[in-house]
Every structure is written in structure tokens, then in C-alpha cells.
């Protein structure tokens, strides 16, 4: 009670301090002063250092994108040429192979890849791939080791729907799955890789030693990588 009081007394000292200097200043200074006052209240209303951070999210972590995303296109351009001969060659059929998933303010969207598996693969077997799985192609193991099978996905990057960095979008029915505070995920762009990514780079071994691939997933795996991206 005594430091709460003494603590009550100090800053009223202080306030009553205040009030007599400004009291005592020219006219000209009080009004500087206020000025600096009303500039002050401006920028915390504005933001702050927060508007800057904001500013930068809202415009240069785009422009970044789109940098980074032109710039690894031309530069991948042969090696995409020469994946999508390769996956041609070897099976007959689409070299792009497109999936839905759920972006920004679960919002859906197409996201691209260089194809690693036989035509129509997604009606053959379960949506999760695990490593071992048959409908997986030679070039596919390849591709899907060195992530070279990702690199279409800087086109979505362009196209606005995904970001360098952030949260590995999903699939809908995992999404459905997703707790209120998961959801909290979904405020952001989903990203080509992040921390989750990085952490789960080897999932499909998990995968496959799972008896149950889709309640593993959705248990532990899914949880854990929502946790980090959170």
C-alpha cells in the first residue's frame, strides 16, 4: 500500500511539474510544444513504427516476391525445360500437374507443379504421398527429392495466390479439420517454404511408416506444423 502511494503521489508531482513549466514557457514554446504533442498522437494513431512494418507487408514484401519470382523462373527456365521432356518421355501425359488447395482468408486456389506421378494418380490411391508409393514415376523420385518438382509454384507467386515464405497451403478437407486458433494461419498468404517446410522436409518417410497415413497426418504431423507456422 505505501509503494502504491508513494508511487500515486511521484506522478502526480510529476503531472503538476508539467503543468507549471508549460505555464511558465513563452507562448511561441507552448505552442511548439503542443504542436510536437498533436505530431505524437498523429503517428501513434497512425501506427507508428508499426506503420512502417505495415507499409512493407502491404507493398515491399510483394515487391519482393515478384522480384525473387521473375528472377528464379529465368534462371530455372532450362532445367524446367529439360524436367518437363524427361516427365514426357518417360510417361505420356500433362508435364504441369495442378491441385487445389486453400490460400489467404481460406480462399481457393490452383497450385502448380511439375508432375511426379502417373496420369490421374489422384484416383488411384490416397491423397497423401508417402515415400515408396507405386504411382510415383523414376523421374518423380527425382524431381520430388531435389524439390525441383516445386519450382512451378514461383508462378503462383506471381499470380499473387502465394508468397516466397509462409505456411505450406493444404488441402480442403485438411483445412476443415483446422481448430479456431489454427485458423489463424489462413490470415496470411501460404508461402513455397517456411519454417514448417523446413522442419518436415522429410514427411513422406513419415509418412510411410504410419499405419494409418491420414490420422498420423491429421494427429501429429499437420498439428505440429501449424503450431510452427504459427
Known sequence: AEIKSCLYTTKRTQSMNNVVSEERLPERSRGATTARNVASASMIANGGPYAVRSLYVRRGKRLLDVFAATVALLISAPILLVCAAAIWIESRGPVVYRQR??????????????????????????????????????????????????????????????????????????????????????????????????????????????????????????????????
Open 101 to 230: 488447395r486453400v490460400g489467404r482468408n481460406a480462399v481457393p486456389f490452383q497450385i502448380v507443379k511439375l508432375r511426379t506421378m502417373r496420369p490421374n494418380a489422384d484416383s488411384q490411391g490416397p491423397r497423401l504421398t508417402a515415400s515408396g508409393d507405386n504411382r510415383i514415376t523414376k523421374v518423380g523420385k527425382i524431381l520430388r527429392r531435389t524439390k525441383l518438382d516445386e519450382v512451378p509454384q514461383f508462378f503462383n507467386v506471381l499470380q499473387g495466390s502465394m508468397s516466397l515464405v509462409g505456411p505450406r497451403p493444404e488441402l480442403p478437407e485438411f483445412v476443415a479439420e483446422y481448430t479456431a486458433e489454427e485458423r489463424q494461419v489462413l490470415e496470411v498468404k501460404p508461402g513455397i517454404t517456411g519454417p514448417a517446410s523446413i522442419c518436415y522436409i522429410d514427411e513422406e518417410r513419415l509418412l510411410a511408416n504410419a499405419s494409418d497415413r491420414v490420422k498420423f497426418y491429421i494427429d501429429k504431423v499437420m498439428r505440429d506444423k501449424l503450431q510452427l507456422d504459427l
